[in-house]
């Protein structure tokens, strides 16, 4: 009885499970068996293992082989097992040292002349081996550069599969082949465009330095034109580089949702997402059949996802993103299992004032009825917009508006004030304003009920809700931050109230 | 079609060694009925074994055990079972084993000895 064991890595949403691939040889009729709930690319590893052995310069072994995958009852998916499976097989066929196959993880897929191909998801599951203790690592050299990523990873690259069984002793020629391709994502990520290039909308871009400051939540609102889609695309680049977890994070799930391109490193830019109206729910929260895969949301992770035209989504797409917004992540629930995925987004809404798009200021040219009007902003009312911190009015610029500062010099006051708020918030778990709770930041106010005079009385008024009271806070906290004072002033809690009610006061 | 037969042939002698050598009974060769042949049947111990011989000249067009599909596996249990029927043995067990063996140009045959197929 010939038994051969080496061992890989499922991925379960971001989570990885080393998985222990056994082969079993039985002197019987020769077959091939996979068990341990393979899906259907995984299945057919079994037709690509016997090619890519025999292609390789190796016997295959003509006995009666059964493989399994433990955990068993963990559904597995994928081409990545592929490796793995080999080198279980040719380890229990004697062919190559079975203590050196045992040691290591192998990942990536088999292509039919014996060469690895790259797959998704390097990076989480690399991870997840060497948290698991098993920093060893055979990856396809075409994925090696997104595995050694992984702090404390001991990373082989290989090209073919007689490479591997060369390595661990195989007597086989290593065929001098060309390597196999990265993967390199067809849409490289662009170079965040500078601020300078917005003329005037002096409001919009301080209301935009304001949101960068606090990570708050954005909506602008505005006729075709007047630069609202220009002034998203510069919020990442006001945004501070991602701290070293949040860059693992972030490039974990660009790895997986196949987005990813290794040869920069790790993704340390706030990533930018930007869906167009038309998607489907699925597509921005993460989903597909059987294993899901991050969406939109979880793509925009610890950056900026921008909805141009909001008033535009599906109401479905909208009401999805409440889940994310109150939680940081998204919980999705398929046949195959439930995934989690990170998506703690910064949101930028754009939209008109209306379907034409011109009722601003009279809005005389304005050809919507009322009840258009009504119907079309409805859509965002509610919950969603109760989430959203800034909410301004962007109008068309002038002839002799200038150039406003460039990216650099708002960048360099975004991270001053974050690292205020960042002073403040030392040892509370809360990176920005916007994370923190209405109790902590009124306790903080300190009994100076003269501050807040005025938010009272809105109160009192039923103009401002409660929340309503905390969100205003929190911008104060963050124009106090900006201005470097220690604590907002009547000034600050003034212009917050503007910033959160387009300008209409509360 | 003579030479694959004689190869058929030569295989069937040398599986009969081969059974002998590890002192099997044998009972019947080349026993046939309306569905089919078996080629050995021997009794290992108090084991009844029906032997499917399978005999190639090289390796080249994969080995013999792969010519075994699971239709002739069937065929071989209803012949097996056929042959209980006609005959006067009453084993405590019953399997099939595959005997596949290359006959190379030169040199001694290689047998690979496949036990409880089925």
Redesign the interface.
Known sequence: MLLGRTRSVCLVGLSGYVVDVEAHLA????AFTLVGLPDTALAEARDRVRAAVTSSGLAWP?RRITVNLSPAALPKAGSAFDVAIAVAILAGAGLVAPDAASAAVHLGELGLDGRLRPVRGVLPAVAAAVAAGLPRVVVPAANAAEARLVPGADVVGVHSLAEIAARYGADVDVPDSEPVPAIVPAVAPAESPDLADVIGQDAARHCLEVAAAGGHHLLMVGPPGVGKTMLAARLPGLLPDLDEAAAVEVTAVHSLAGVFDPAGGLIRRPPFENPHHTATPASVVGGGSGMPRPGAASRAHRGVLFLDEAPEFQTAVLQTLRQPLEHGEVTIHRSAGIARYPARFQLVLAANPCPCGNSVGKGLTCTCTAHQRRRYFGKLSGPLLDRVDLQVDVTPARSTDRPGAPTSVVARRVGEARAAAAHRLAGTGWRTNAEVPGGWLRSRLGPDRRLVRELDQSVDRGTLSLRGVDRVLRVAWTLADLQGHDAPTAKDIGEALNLRTRGQGA | MRAKDAVGRYGEDVAVRHVLALGWTLLDRNWRCREGELDLVALDGRELVAVEVKTRRSERFGPPSLAVTPEKLARLRRLTAQWLAAHDVHPDSVRIDVLAIVVPPRGAAQVDHLVGVV
């Open positions: 002197p019987s009729l020769p003509n």
